[in-house]
């Protein structure tokens, strides 16, 4: 059974940072990706950023320049570093994970970017 555990969401200032880690009970090289997506109740579930097994990332174009995602192997953990946030990055953010066509989720982290 594949477990997601999301922790790190909250509520920011415009300009702020913070620092979303998802954990994993399976080993990290099991899975073909891991990453982030999020949602907001009028958009439908976008990807945020990923990583997979050889390491290569990707950004949405949204948050390239101010998101970086980074793993910790041995803690097979994915963390996803934001800077420079902006109101528009409030939504529900939710690790994901992929193992061939099989997706996982966790249960979601609210981040609300506001003065």
């Known amino acids: 059974q594949v477990q997601l555990v999301e922790s790190g969401g909250g509520l920011v200032q415009p300009g702020g940072s913070l620092t979303l880690s998802c954990e994993t009970s399976t080993n990290f090289f099991e899975f073909n990706t891991m990453g982030w997506y999020r949602q907001t109740p009028d958009k439908q579930r976008e990807l945020v950023a990923d990583i997979n097994v050889g390491g290569s990332r990707n950004y949405a174009d949204s948050v390239k320049g101010r998101f970086t995602i980074s793993r910790d192997s041995a803690k097979n953990t994915v963390y996803l570093q934001m800077n420079s946030l902006k109101p528009e990055d409030t939504a529900v953010y939710y690790c994901?994970?992929?193992?061939?066509?099989?997706?996982?989720w966790g249960q979601g982290t609210q981040v609300t970017v506001s003065s």
């Open positions: 994901h994970a992929r193992i061939m066509s099989r997706r996982y």
